[in-house]
């Protein structure tokens, strides 16, 4: 399964870290909604912003986790803006 982490911070690097020695996800990439995050690259990721998850889902299959501290609001918004993208929380 192909996976998106949502909040590149401790939390997403957490999670990150145990995705991948779980080896059953394939990461690939990151995306956070802090306009000084967005397009900075992470090893071999570049951190993507909303609109890039829409672009990107019109090309390829995956699912996003969302590893924020205010998770619950991103959510929340996610829901009711963005359909096409699954969401975990």
Known sequence: M???IFGYGMGGVRLYR???DSGQY???????????KQNNTVGK???LSLSDLLSLKSVTDFSV???ANKWFV????WRSM???LKVYI
């Not at 394939?26 to 000084?36: M, R």
């Not at 991103?74 to 918004?77: C, L, R, Y």
């Open 82 to 84: 963005v359909f096409a």
């Open 74 to 77: 991103i959510g929340k918004n």
């Open 18 to 20: 145990s995705l991948v």
């Open 45 to 47: 990721y570049k951190i």
């Open 26 to 36: 394939e990461i690939i990439g990151f995306a956070d909604n802090s306009p000084y």
């Open 2 to 4: 192909k996976i998106i």
């Open 65 to 67: 986790i969302i590893a």
